[in-house]
């Protein structure tokens, strides 16, 4: 079993910053990839920004060139680095591991964060 806890949300003005933070229980972290997603009232859960066990990046329409994924493995944690927030970005964000082992899809959610853009 893995645990996820984010931290780092919060209110910010528009054109604003954050960093989240997404800490893991377990030292097997490295080997997973991760990812963010987020989810505003209404709307479904979508895909914000994800990164390989090797580092490799993946981000939404909506946030490239204005949100940065990292992973720290020593650390067990990842981070979205928030820049330029607009208030459409306003959503609980949730972090995310999953990998097949042995056939069986394993997939861990964090409880959520939420991030509140005002205008």
């Known amino acids: 079993q893995v645990q996820l806890v984010e931290s780092g949300g919060g209110l910010v003005q528009a054109g604003g910053s954050l960093r989240l933070s997404c800490a893991a229980s377990?030292?097997?972290?490295?080997?997973?990839?991760m990812a963010w997603y987020r989810q505003a009232p209404g709307k479904q859960r979508e895909l914000v920004a994800s990164i390989t066990d090797g580092g490799s990046t993946n981000y939404a329409d909506s946030v490239k060139g204005r949100f940065t994924i990292s992973r720290d493995n020593a650390k067990n944690t990842v981070y979205l680095q928030m820049n330029s927030l607009k208030p459409e970005d306003t959503a609980v964000y949730y972090c995310n591991a999953r990998k097949k082992v042995l056939g069986v899809m394993l997939d861990y959610w964090g409880q959520g964060t939420q991030v509140t853009v005002s205008s």
């Open positions: 377990r030292s097997i972290f490295s080997s997973y990839p």
